[in-house]
């Protein structure tokens, strides 16, 4: 049997008289295309581009949570240091289970258990602190206050920050979600969720 024979005129024409399809066909072909093209610039970045990078996209991203207090990676160190903070990881599972900051629990348990930690500063974050930016200016609103982690683990990392396995041992692992943050200094091993991982 002869294979079919392919036109590719055809398939524009058809597409033509279908706006929306083709809208969307070129969407998507530019959405398979983005990591592609950011993970190369991340890549190319040094250590002193990659913490200009991530700091920069963390004042873009407050600007959705602009009545939340931030710390600095260095002060929340030394305020963890001297045991005045509670981290809490508003990151999905799957994340936690590759890294967390030393000490912090998860926004669940903290949210059942806050009376835990009602001597220590709740210091939120997430792989660049806008998911953490945004649970932090939500629990304001219930009156429990906390602040968030400017440039998240990104940044702790960056400044030189450990983090630790699920186990509580020194890892250089962190998960970073996805290309366009894989901003971790190259010494580290990034992990990431795949495109169908983030869809579904």
Known sequence: ??????????????????RSTLMMFAALAALLMLPF?????????????????????YADYKKA???VRDISPRDARTAFDEGRVIFVDTRQPEEMSVSMLPGAVSSDE????????????AVAYCTISYRSGLFARDQAEQ????VNLKGGILAW?????????????????????????????DSWESVKFSLWEKVF
Request: hydrophobic fraction near 40%; proline fraction near 6%.
């Open 143 to 146: 009156g429990l206050a906390m």
């Open 37 to 57: 093209q950011v993970q190369g610039s991340a890549r190319a970045l040094d250590d002193a581009g990659k913490k200009d990078a991530v700091y920069r996209m």
């Open 110 to 121: 903290y949210l059942r258990h806050s009376e835990r930690y009602a001597d220590k500063t």
């Open 65 to 67: 949570f602009p009545a």
């Open 157 to 185: 990392i960056l400044e030189g920050g450990p983090v630790v396995d699920a186990a509580g041992n020194p890892t250089r692992s962190v998960h970073v979600y996805g290309d366009k943050w894989d901003l971790a200094t």
């Open 1 to 18: 049997m002869k294979a079919p024979y392919f036109n590719p005129s055809k398939l524009l024409g058809a597409l033509k008289t279908n």
